[in-house]
């Protein structure tokens, strides 16, 4: 989805919300509010636990008034056309309201009468439809005086108890005479896209007598529901019984119908599923575990919603992947208040982080459409007070993006060695800045122009600014290489103030002969005239253009480039220095004017069986290869790790690398150094690195195979792996052994792998300090079988040495 909120939605004016359904092309929203106003006109509706509002405008429906006297709690697609169900904690819809579950006209909230629900004696908290039935939860003991514990299902046309449902929800989670005690049933369930099977949370530690606590699924494939053969123990836990008789909070399940995913509260309690996010799969057996979990760190999980692309989840939380936080941000925390989206195979966050701040009580309702996500709240804003969204927003998916394939190598394939003695080419492009800009492609078949848009930068110090301006045309003086996008000119980085002067720094192999070029244009009025801005300029330290003037050297509005030759010492640096008002650059361009012999990256085909001779790439343009500690490729960029524990990226298309970034997803500028919204607290969003980033140094090889990113240390026989986001870059705080590794026999001594893994055909491949290449049978998860060597110095003159050796993808 978009992180942008539509503005197609009113502002609710107190309360909180419970429950979104979309019928036709009106949104339908339920919860304790009692009044709502429409975005724009300011129109005031009196509109008690229920209204709906035109999805395409955001108004409120007018006409749509129905006269519901308590807290509504779910709502569903009515069971014929125009209608919404209606459940949740009133005894009355309009004179004559004669249950706790209705089917109101979505045209004017009038009862259709034909549908007459059988009445329950307590609150109705979930309804979902199957088949020509209705699943209703809640907390009641009897419908339409029959013995129900919290379950119970009624016909779907005209609202009868109908008997399929008999399935006895009994005895509180936690409250045992002391601590907190809320009543007993089912408060959130969801059914398959099939209609086969039924998930269903609640306070109760039994189903029809048997132990299902907390979460029980139901087969209603035959002539009466059932209890599916499906059971875990880990909602066993007391998740601070003083505070919570039960701390699941919703479930929902996938639309392929695979799988599900849980959200709690219960503060952190370490070894539990309190205040966190679990994904469970449709698999039978007892003591089942889940497929992944995903905590918060010690807050309350409240809403979830599955597509197809991700698990999005809503609550109090101020962080994610932070398994070890308690209260506090550890290692792996990333920042997401009040929302989150997941990766659906791994439960790591993914890029998107639109946030709410103010968090409240957090984010309750979370519902997903084909075109959207609608979030429900208790607050009024998206973002960092950012977006007035008066407790229900919706983030459209136009505006959002595809995420990344997480596309792997795999054999046959190129293997590529960094620290490899290559040919270096002359007029070899080493970096492009579109200085203050975003990122843009080339046209010369060479690197892209790399985006310089953030407050930070690998290369530049801090202090200075971005501004951009494209209001008038402008023409290229013959200084500027053909090379050049002219979009290069709409934005620059000008520096406001003296101390510290803006300055960029770019590794450059020492010796290396390079031209530095510099492009710069005055198109703003307020520098239109000669002596109006007047800076100098310093290359390693020495004033290469002492007074510099575009406007003088070429005129207003025309693009100019100066160009350097520069014998690098190691690293290139670029200082501009005050004169007359600010230094502004509008791009940097480094290119190699010599060529030679260097360290960089050459390639090998290999299938399996053959490999392939070593042939030159590139990647000579001063990175030490050497420092390397573990490379991996996932689609067309690759991620590195180096001995001064940083990771770094930069794409690669299997010629040509971009220029290298540093990786760190924990530090977002949107969120850094916010205050979190806590009475008295001192406490910020900022996240923590993982806890591999401290590994880097001793790592010696990495490789990613879907969603997981795989490692082996010096000196330790075991191969570890933790979840990786390819649309995020963020790495799993948790770290998980592949079984079957850790012994020291045989070829088997990952402890003494030397740079090179990666996974293809059912094998794990690693090479050996003694420069052999060793395969041995895993899965992903398990090895078996021994390993054998299958290439090296002695087998077929190959030595697979390597700081960090990576199949391309």
Same mark, same amino acid.
């Given at each position: ?188 369930? $969801? *059914?398959? =896209? @099939? %209609? +086969?099977?039924? /998930? &269903? ?7 029809? #007598?048997?132990?299902? !606590? ?37 479930? $929902? *399940?996938? =639309? @392929? %119908? +695979?799988?599900? /995913? &849980? ?7 370490? #070894?539990?599923?309190? !205040? ?534």
């Amino acid at each position: 989805m978009s992180a942008v909120p539509s503005t197609a939605t009113p502002n609710i004016n107190d309360g909180t919300v419970n429950a979104i359904v979309k019928v036709d092309n009106k949104v339908f929203v339920g919860g304790t509010f009692t009044g709502v106003t429409d975005r724009g006109t300011g129109t005031v509706h009196s509109r008690p636990y229920l209204f709906a509002f035109d999805a395409t405008t955001g108004l409120v429906d007018p006409t749509f008034a129905p006269n519901i006297n308590d807290e509504v709690l779910s709502l569903q697609p009515g069971s014929q056309p125009g209608t919404v169900f209606v459940g949740g904690r009133f005894t009355g819809v309009q004179a004559g309201g004669w249950s706790r579950l209705v089917l109101l006209n979505t045209t004017d909230g009038s009862v259709v009468s034909s549908f007459k629900a059988a009445s329950f004696n307590g609150a109705v908290n979930s309804v979902k439809q199957f088949g020509d039935r209705i699943l209703v939860g809640g907390f009641f003991t009897t419908a339409a005086g029959n013995v129900r514990n919290g379950l119970a299902s009624v016909n779907a046309t005209t609202g009868d108890f109908d008997p399929y449902v008999n399935i006895a929800l009994t005895g509180h989670h936690n409250y045992n005479g002391t601590g907190a005690s809320s009543s007993v049933g089912a408060t959130e369930l $969801d *059914i398959t =896209p @099939d %209609g +086969t099977k039924a /998930v &269903v949370l609640g306070n109760f530690k039994q189903a029809n #007598g048997g132990d299902y !606590d907390q979460v029980v699924v139901l087969d209603l494939t035959g002539a009466a529901a059932a209890i599916a053969a499906w059971h875990t123990n880990r909602f066993d836990d007391r998740c601070k019984a003083t505070s919570f008789d039960k701390w699941v909070r919703d479930v $929902d *399940i996938s =639309p @392929d %119908g +695979t799988y599900f /995913v &849980v959200v709690t509260t219960g503060a952190p309690n370490a #070894g539990t599923l309190c !205040d966190a996010a679990s994904r469970w799969n449709f698999v039978t057996g007892t003591n089942l575990q889940p497929a992944w979990v995903a905590y918060t760190g010690g807050d309350t999980l409240l809403s979830v919603a599955i597509t197809g692309t991700a698990v999005y989840v809503g609550g109090h939380q101020r962080w994610m992947n932070n398994a070890d936080g308690k209260d506090t941000a550890m290692q792996g925390a990333v920042a997401r208040p009040g929302l989150a989206a997941l990766e659906p195979g791994t439960g790591i966050p993914m890029a998107w982080n639109p946030g709410r701040n103010p968090r409240g009580v957090g984010a309750s309702a979370l519902y997903a459409t084909e075109d959207g996500l609608y979030v429900g709240s208790d607050t009024p804003y998206i973002g960092n007070y950012e977006y007035m969204r008066g407790r229900i927003a919706y983030f459209p998916l136009a505006g959002g993006q595809t995420p990344p394939a997480g596309v792997s190598g795999d054999l046959p394939t190129e293997v590529f060695f960094p620290n490899s003695t290559v040919t270096v080419p002359a007029n070899d492009v080493l970096y492009r800045i579109n200085a203050g800009g975003p990122e843009l492609a080339s046209t010369d078949g060479e690197m892209a122009w790399l985006a310089d848009t953030a407050s930070t930068s690998l290369y530049r110090n801090s202090g200075s600014t971005a501004n951009t301006i494209v209001s008038n045309t402008i023409t290229a003086h013959s200084s500027v290489p053909a090379s050049t996008p002219m979009a290069v000119f709409d934005d620059r980085r000008f520096d406001p103030s003296a101390a510290p002067e803006m300055m960029w720094n770019f590794p450059v192999a020492a010796g290396t002969q390079v031209e530095v070029r510099l492009s710069f244009v005055a198109r703003d009025w307020n520098y239109s005239s000669a002596g109006q801005r007047v800076f100098d300029i310093k290359i390693d330290g020495v004033v290469r253009a002492d007074d510099y003037d575009t406007v003088a050297q070429v005129g207003y509005k025309v693009a100019h480039t100066l160009k350097f030759p520069v014998t690098s010492d190691g690293t290139i640096n670029i200082e501009f220095i005050h004169g007359l008002l600010n230094p502004a650059v509008d791009a940097i361009e480094i290119v190699r004017t010599s060529g030679g012999t260097g360290l960089g990256v050459a390639k090998r085909t290999y299938n399996g069986t053959t490999a392939g001779a070593l042939t030159g790439v590139g990647g000579a343009d001063g990175t030490v290869w050497a420092n390397l500690r573990g490379a991996f490729m996932v689609d067309n960029t690759l991620y590195y790790g180096m001995s001064d524990s940083n990771f770094y990226k930069r794409t690669f298309d299997g010629v040509n690398f971009g220029p290298a970034s540093l990786h760190n997803p924990h530090s977002d500028p949107r969120w850094d150094g916010v205050l979190v919204d806590e009475f008295g607290s001192t406490a910020t969003y900022d996240g923590k690195k993982t806890a591999i980033y401290t590994e880097l140094p001793s790592v010696r090889s990495m490789f990613y195979s879907n969603g997981r990113l795989y490692y082996t240390i010096t000196g330790n026989n075991s191969l570890f792996w933790r979840y990786f986001s390819p649309d995020s870059g963020i790495i799993g705080s948790q770290r998980f052994q592949a079984n079957g590794s850790g012994t020291s026999t045989s070829l088997e001594w990952l402890g003494t792998s030397s740079g090179a893994l990666f996974l293809s055909g059912g094998y794990a491949y690693w090479s050996r300090t003694d420069g052999r290449l060793v395969k041995r049978a895993f899965d992903g998860t398990a090895f078996s079988g021994v390993a054998t060597a299958v290439s090296g110095p002695a087998i077929d003159s190959v030595n697979w040495t390597s700081p960090g050796a990576f199949l391309y993808g």
